[in-house]
Nanobody
């Protein structure tokens, strides 16, 4: 499975961005996907995760109510819609995938995209 993340950029606080993660390669049934981020000087952390079917989602407390995962199965793509962005959301965002149910820790993911930078200015 190859993952291609895109959609990052520079946005002002309270603005919005939509990240995309396109999957290619093997079959995608039963492929859970997670979004992670690494802020400068911090460890990578989970942001959100979802099962391929869309059943079952997870959001970190820091993004609940502001970020939403959506999907386009025809394009094998998952999206992370981010609104109400804050300067503390500034980070490199990664999408990751694993076969089976979603997990909230990164060692459980086998496939990783290249990361996309999100910078939120105050």
């Amino acid at each position: 499975v190859q993952l291609q993340a895109s959609g990052g950029g520079l946005v002002q606080a309270r603005g919005s961005l939509r990240l995309s993660c396109a999957a290619s390669g093997r079959t995608f049934s039963n492929l859970a996907m997670g979004w992670f981020r690494r802020a400068p000087g911090k460890e990578r952390e989970i942001v959100a995760a979802v099962n391929w079917s869309g059943s079952g989602t997870y959001y970190a407390d820091s993004v609940k109510g502001r970020f939403t995962i959506s999907r386009d199965n025809a394009k094998n793509t998952r999206y992370l819609q981010m609104s109400g962005l804050k300067p503390e959301d500034t980070a490199v965002y990664y999408c990751a995938a694993r076969y089976g149910s979603m997990r909230i820790s990164d060692p459980n993911y086998d496939y990783w995209g290249q990361g996309t930078q999100v910078t939120v200015s105050s």
